[in-house]
Structure formats: structure tokens, C-alpha cells
T-cell receptor, first 113, second 112 residues
Framework: NAGVTQTPKFQVLKTGQSMTLQCAQD?????MSWYRQDPGMGLRLIHY???????DQGEVPNGYNVSRSTTEDFPLRLLSAAPSQTSVYFC????????????FGDGTRLSIL | EDKVVQSPLSLVVHEGDTVTLNCSYE??????LLWYKQEKKAPTFLFML????IEKKSGRLSSILDKKELFSILNITATQTGDSAVYLC????????????FGKGTKLSVIP
């Protein structure tokens, strides 16, 4: 998906390990967010940011940290991975103005054993 | 708490059929309703609806919003196998909020 790049595409972790999911965008969008998608649950918001230096919690923030030091990057950190965090993670960005949709990256499929 | 309910959860049709996907919602401060198509990877944007009764159309896809009855429909005419996907409905709500609340999606399978 042009403009929003997520890395890695796949990752397997052991319980207790830490890792960072990367999200980068080149559209100069102020708003960025992280969602997780689980079977039967739809997409749920984890954390979001309305600009560099500003972050806030979404619906399911526990076990995840974020920071936003630049407009382009919005990494998601798992400090101590748990099997319940096995999911597909999507990063999304949104341009300025009320009439703009969010644009999603291709996702990171994360499995925690 | 905002709520988005999509129906049916899954649907199997033959090529050439017309399908209607439903999205109903409960929200304290409605701003807009969005439809996305998700194939194997990223959800891709289809429509954003803000006003009642105004149809949005793109090729064989169209959508309309009813703010009085709190629902939206997504129609696909002359379906093709390439329409097979999960269709997601989502809401922007709350003054100044850019958070999206998603439904669980409708999985559409189009068979030849």
C-alpha cells in the first residue's frame, strides 16, 4: 500500500520477548494509529497520535507502548509479549481535514508462542 | 460506547448476482460512516458518507446512509470473483476525534 510501510511483515516471538513493529509514512499525515485485527473481533484501536510528540490510548492499549518523535514514524512496542497478543497489526494514517479517510499499511502478522 | 453491527457476517453468491451488505450503528456524536474492502492485506477505502440519502457510487459499487434509522447499505451489482473480500464498515464519531470504530465485517465470496 503506497505511502504507509509496515515492517516486518511476519514475526514469531516467544512469550516474554520484546519487539518493535515499525510504521513509516511519506504522506506528511499528522494522524497515525495502530489497530489489531483478530478473528471475529474486527479492527480495534490500540494507540494513536495526532502529531509528533502527542500520543494517546485507544480501546485496547494494555501491553503496548508507542512514541512519536517524527511525523513520519510511529513505532509500536511490545515490552513482554504474551500469547494473547498474537494478531495482525495494522498501522493507519490520515491527512488533515474532517473529510479524510484513514489509509492502512499491509499489516504485520505476529505470532507469540 | 459506540457500536457498529454488520450483517450478514458471511455471504456466498454466484457471479452476476447483486448483493446488499448492511451496517447499523449506535453512536453518541455521529460524524461520518466509512466502507472499506479488505482482501488479503490492507483495508482499502471505498466510500465515506456524511449526509442521509445521498448515494455514493463507484462503478458497480454504491452506498447510501440513513441517519434517521442509523444504518448504511453497500450494494454491489453484477458481482465478479474479484469482489470476494471482507467488507468493513466504520464510524468517525465525537467532536474532534479521528478514531475509527469498526464492525466485524461481512465476508463476501463470489463463486463462478
Amino acid at each position: 500500500n503506497a505511502g504507509v510501510t509496515q515492517t516486518p511483515k511476519f514475526q514469531v516471538l516467544k512469550t516474554g520477548q520484546s519487539m518493535t513493529l515499525q510504521c513509516a509514512q511519506d504522506m506528511n499525515h499528522e494522524y497515525m494509529s495502530w489497530y489489531r485485527q483478530d478473528p471475529g473481533m474486527g479492527l480495534r484501536l490500540i494507540h494513536y497520535s495526532v502529531g509528533a510528540g502527542i500520543t494517546d490510548q485507544g480501546e485496547v492499549p494494555n501491553g503496548y507502548n508507542v512514541s512519536r518523535s517524527t511525523t513520519e514514524d510511529f513505532p509500536l512496542r511490545l515490552l513482554s509479549a504474551a500469547p494473547s497478543q498474537t494478531s495482525v497489526y495494522f498501522c493507519a494514517t490520515k491527512g488533515g481535514g474532517r473529510g479524510q479517510p484513514q489509509h492502512f499499511g499491509d499489516g504485520t502478522r505476529l505470532s507469540i508462542l | 460506547e459506540d457500536k457498529v453491527v454488520q450483517s450478514p457476517l458471511s455471504l456466498v453468491v454466484h457471479e452476476g448476482d447483486t448483493v446488499t451488505l448492511n451496517c447499523s450503528y449506535e453512536v453518541t456524536n455521529f460524524r461520518s460512516l466509512l466502507w472499506y474492502k479488505q482482501e488479503k492485506k490492507a483495508p482499502t477505502f471505498l466510500f465515506m458518507l456524511t449526509s442521509s440519502g445521498i448515494e455514493k457510487k463507484s462503478g458497480r459499487l454504491s452506498s447510501i446512509l440513513d441517519k434517521k434509522e442509523l444504518f448504511s447499505i453497500l450494494n454491489i451489482t453484477a458481482t465478479q470473483t474479484g469482489d470476494s473480500a471482507v467488507y468493513l464498515c466504520a464510524l468517525y464519531s465525537g467532536a474532534g476525534s479521528y478514531q475509527l470504530t469498526f464492525g466485524k465485517g461481512t465476508k463476501l465470496s463470489v463463486i463462478p
